[in-house]
């Protein structure tokens, strides 16, 4: 059984590769072999995409099952349909409810450390447990703070997408991929410079 290549499943004009829209075809109508092909065949770079975003390997690889998972019971409909970027869309979708989840946990967990530094009178203050909060990871939290369009070009052309791709994935003309990376690039160094304390 040949695999796929994965890595490039676009035509030269953008359009997917037509081995790949076969086996989209055939995992439509059930076929769980043409499945299994598409999983080995993206199962790594839908992984990296998410650990990418979410800073956390195993995290990312139960979000990458869900991702296979709705491939499996509801893959994309149409013809033309980008496997990858349709792959890329769901993951970051799950990523990023999974990133708001946290974000809700981690702001009960500072309350209960600020409750109890309060009544445990150890000195703590709100601002200290703010503080630490906010150091522990920077990077993605700079990341967070982006408009989600810049978040997804930032992430996706981390991962190695074409132009094509990532437009087909957020949605935009392909033409407009290269202003609208430049922007987050520029966006994030100021997130990430101002959160650093302009290091």
Not at 3 to 18: T, Y
Not at 58 to 80: C, I, N
Not at 104 to 110: A, G, L, P, Q, V
Not at 159 to 178: C, R
């Amino acid at each position: 059984m040949m695999a796929l290549q994965g890595v490039d499943d676009f035509e030269r004009d953008g359009r997917p590769a037509i081995e790949e829209q076969e086996l989209l075809g055939r995992v439509r109508a059930g076929d769980e072999v043409a499945f299994a092909r598409l999983f080995e065949s993206h199962w790594d770079a839908v992984c990296r995409v998410l650990s990418r975003l979410l800073s956390d390997t195993d995290a990312a690889g139960d979000l990458a099952q869900e991702v296979f998972v709705q491939l499996y019971r509801k893959p994309p409909a149409g013809e033309d349909v980008p496997l990858r970027a349709w792959l890329y869309r769901v993951a970051l979708n799950r990523g990023y409810n999974a990133l708001r989840a946290d974000r809700r946990r981690r702001t009960r967990e500072d309350l209960v450390a600020y409750s109890s530094a309060e009544a445990g009178g150890d000195g703590s203050s709100l601002a200290e447990v703010a503080n630490r909060a906010e150091e522990r990871d920077a990077v993605r939290q700079a990341l967070v703070r982006l408009p989600q369009r810049q978040r997804d070009c930032l992430v996706l052309r981390a991962e190695g997408l074409s132009y094509a791709e990532i437009a087909a994935a957020i949605g935009v003309a392909p033409g407009s991929v290269g202003t609208l990376l430049a922007r987050a690039e520029r966006a994030f160094k100021g997130e990430y410079l101002a959160r650093r304390g302009g290091m």
